[in-house]
């Protein structure tokens, strides 16, 4: 088989697997997230089959730790988020009046300064990029939920999710053993080695992350609450939360509480505390989270990390979203590798004596 031939043959493998996973997105929701939790997981199962557990033991056991982890963290967190959420709820339409009044008194204030055809051209810019601004997050939200949760009801996700979960980690070993036995023999040694990388840098963001939000949130939560803001709880763990796409969640909890404190404090200096809130934890979290807890050798540039969620959410949904962090992953170890290899390649050097 020539050169051409498998080049072919892997891409028109690879455009098979994004037309199945396109069409079956809307009902792939449980069998991803049980997947994803089998791979959390499975480092545990390995080190419990170490022990001399039997390997069905040991999935069954984390897989019944996994579901009252989950239901004794909505058992405590539901009732104090549910309250908060129909209260915020409830007082959004008068945020939004004050809001409003706080930014005619500042429009006065710039009005004063400029000739009125300045000022119509401000507000002319102002409404076109906040139209625009809703807009492109609405359609995103939409594509979301249509694509995910819509689909999938809550019941189907109670039940579909551990019993996959547990069937991924029961055969986690198994499963991958055969996927090797399938490789073509003569890249093995390579597949195996990228493979390799890939896990090792999706399995420390997705973990090392996951540790940064839990503890950006509990901050962001706590400090939120002490300084009195209205719903700081819900704005602190929701910005922890959307903290796993670098730099969104300060921006999205910054953006918010900064507007509730507005229209709670008016122009007095607790604003300028919530504010200095998210400063400090994106600096706290950039200069010594991240960097103990992900590290550099994750590899994964915010930005590359911000257009992937947004492009999987886009396309896939939901479950787009889900699978962007492992898809960022592979994509960033093939690119390597292929620049390596080109960069070793007569290609590259033109023929000359390489250095």
């Known amino acids: 088989m020539s050169r051409g031939t498998k080049a072919a043959v892997w891409i028109g493998a690879i455009a098979v697997f994004l037309v199945l996973l396109y ?8 069998f991803v997230l049980g997947m994803a939790v089998a791979y959390l997981l499975d480092p545990v199962a390995d080190r419990f089959e170490r022990w001399g557990w039997p390997r069905w033991l040991a999935a069954t056991v984390l897989t019944i730790a996994f579901i009252i982890a989950v239901v004794a963290a909505l058992l405590i967190l539901v009732p104090m988020l549910q309250q908060q959420i129909v209260a915020f709820l409830s007082r959004l339409p008068t945020y939004v009046d004050l809001l409003r009044e706080r930014i005619d008194a500042l429009l006065q204030i710039v009005q004063a300064r400029l000739s009125p055809e300045e000022v119509q051209d401000v507000k002319a810019a102002a409404g076109r990029f906040a139209g625009s601004m809703i807009s492109w997050f609405g359609g995103l939200l939409a594509g979301i939920w249509s694509g995910g949760v819509a689909v999938l009801n809550i019941l189907s996700l109670v039940l579909i999710t551990p019993v996959v979960a547990w069937y991924f980690l029961r055969d986690w070993d198994r499963m991958v053993a055969h996927v090797d ?37 509990l901050f962001y939560a706590v400090a939120l609450s002490l300084v ?35 229209a709670q404090f008016g122009t007095s200096y607790e604003v300028l505390i919530v504010a200095a809130i998210f400063f400090v934890g994106q600096a706290v979290e950039g200069n010594v989270i991240s960097p103990r807890l992900v590290g550099d050798r994750v590899g994964l540039h915010p930005v590359w990390m911000i257009f992937a969620l947004l492009a999987g959410g886009a396309l896939f949904g939901f479950v787009g979203v889900l699978l962007s962090v492992p898809a960022a992953a592979a994509i960033g170890v093939l690119a390597r590798f292929a620049i390596a290899r080109y960069r070793a390649s007569d290609l590259y050097t033109g023929g000359a004596p390489r250095p």
């Open 23 to 30: 069409v079956l997105s809307p009902i792939l929701l449980p």
């Open 181 to 217: 036995s399938w490789l073509p023999r003569a890249n093995a040694a390579t597949i195996r080695d990228l493979a390799h990388q890939i896990d090792e840098r999706l399995a420390g963001f997705v973990r090392g992350q996951t540790l940064v939000c839990g503890i950006l949130g």
């Open 228 to 262: 009195g803001l209205d719903f700081g709880l819900v704005v602190g763990l929701a910005a922890g939360a959307v903290s796993f796409v670098p730099y969104f969640g300060a921006v999205f909890g910054l953006v918010l509480s900064v507007g509730i404190a507005l």
